[in-house]
């Protein structure tokens, strides 16, 4: 992640650029900041699985299709604007009652829990940044 989108990142979301390039010191840190951006938001609408979308516009709640896209194509089930983002980003899709989002080949990639991995189970509170956007995942009640 280059220093200009880490800066972004931390003026937005009010968390120090350390927090973008290692694992926080432990779970509790982790904790502390997912608190921080969830109790500033409102409640979520069902009880479906969902996403939490923070952008430097706006904070919205999605509720998760399958599949569920994300990307800055027009066709993506969450349309992002981002200069970092992909046409086709990444994509979540439901198997056997398990959430799992996949990165499609997208140039910068996706951190989930600030690490870039390809591919990963989705769990409760799990935090993605796809560019510049931070997305927090919320299972099904």
């Given at each position: 992640?280059?220093?200009?989108?880490?800066?972004?990142?931390?003026e937005?979301?009010?968390l120090?650029?350390?927090?973008?390039?290692?694992?926080?010191?432990?779970?509790?840190?982790?904790?502390q900041?997912?608190?921080?951006?969830?109790?500033?938001h409102?409640?979520?609408?069902?009880?479906?699985?969902?996403l939490l979308?923070?952008?430097k516009?706006e904070?919205?709640?999605?509720?998760?299709?399958?599949?569920?896209?994300?990307?800055?194509h027009?066709?993506?089930?969450?349309?992002?604007l981002?200069?970092?983002?992909?046409?086709?980003?990444?994509?979540i899709?439901?198997?056997?009652n398990?959430?799992i989002i996949?990165?499609?080949?997208?140039?910068?990639?996706?951190?989930?829990n600030?690490?870039k991995?390809?591919?990963k189970?989705?769990?409760?509170?799990?935090?993605?940044?796809?560019?510049?956007?931070l997305?927090?995942?919320?299972g099904?009640?």
């Amino acid at each position: 992640m280059d220093n200009e989108l880490k800066q972004k990142i931390s003026e937005e979301y009010g968390l120090p650029t350390s927090f973008m390039t290692q694992p926080p010191r432990d779970v509790e840190d982790r904790i502390q900041s997912l608190l921080k951006i969830l109790l500033t938001h409102p409640p979520r609408e069902d009880d479906n699985a969902c996403l939490l979308v923070k952008s430097k516009s706006e904070t919205r709640w999605q509720t998760l299709d399958n599949p569920y896209t994300i990307g800055c194509h027009p066709d993506s089930s969450l349309q992002l604007l981002d200069k970092y983002i992909s046409q086709r980003h990444c994509e979540i899709r439901k198997s056997d009652n398990i959430w799992i989002i996949e990165d499609l080949g997208s140039t910068n990639g996706i951190y989930i829990n600030q690490t870039k991995l390809a591919r990963k189970v989705l769990r409760d509170g799990d935090m993605i940044q796809i560019g510049g956007i931070l997305v927090i995942y919320l299972g099904e009640k």
